[in-house]
């Protein structure tokens, strides 16, 4: 059973950076699409990022510019680098392989 971890939340000051990772463990060694989410309080799920298994990218125009997708050295590890991060980045982001699997979350919050 495919299962997303994401790691590197945290609390950041307005114009910091942050990196989040996703790893998925119980692939079996098929590589998987990797799509980033994120949840603020009060507010729906929203799609932020993919990444898909050919390395093809796409951002929503929210984080376009400032956040940026990469694999990592580990087969399944995608990383997402958040620059120029703005109070309205402050959420609850979410990993998943587009097949139902979700991690947990991780918080990002940007405060001053």
């Known amino acids: 059973q495919v299962q997303p971890v994401e790691s590197g939340g945290g609390l950041v000051q307005p114009g910091g950076s942050l990196r989040l990772s996703c790893s998925m463990s119980?692939?079996?060694?098929?590589?998987?699409?990797t799509y980033w989410y994120r949840q603020a309080p009060g507010k729906q799920r929203d799609l932020v990022a993919i990444?898909?298994?050919?390395?093809?990218?796409v951002y929503m125009d929210s984080v376009k510019g400032r956040f940026t997708l990469s694999r990592g050295s580990a087969r399944n590890l995608v990383n997402l680098q958040m620059n120029n991060l703005k109070f309205e980045d402050t959420a609850v982001y979410y990993c998943?392989?587009?097949?139902?699997?979700w991690g947990q979350g991780t918080q990002v919050t940007v405060s001053s």
């Open positions: 119980g692939t079996g060694g098929t590589l998987y699409d």
């Open positions: 998943t392989n587009g097949q139902g699997a």
């Open positions: 990444m898909y298994t050919g390395g093809e990218t």
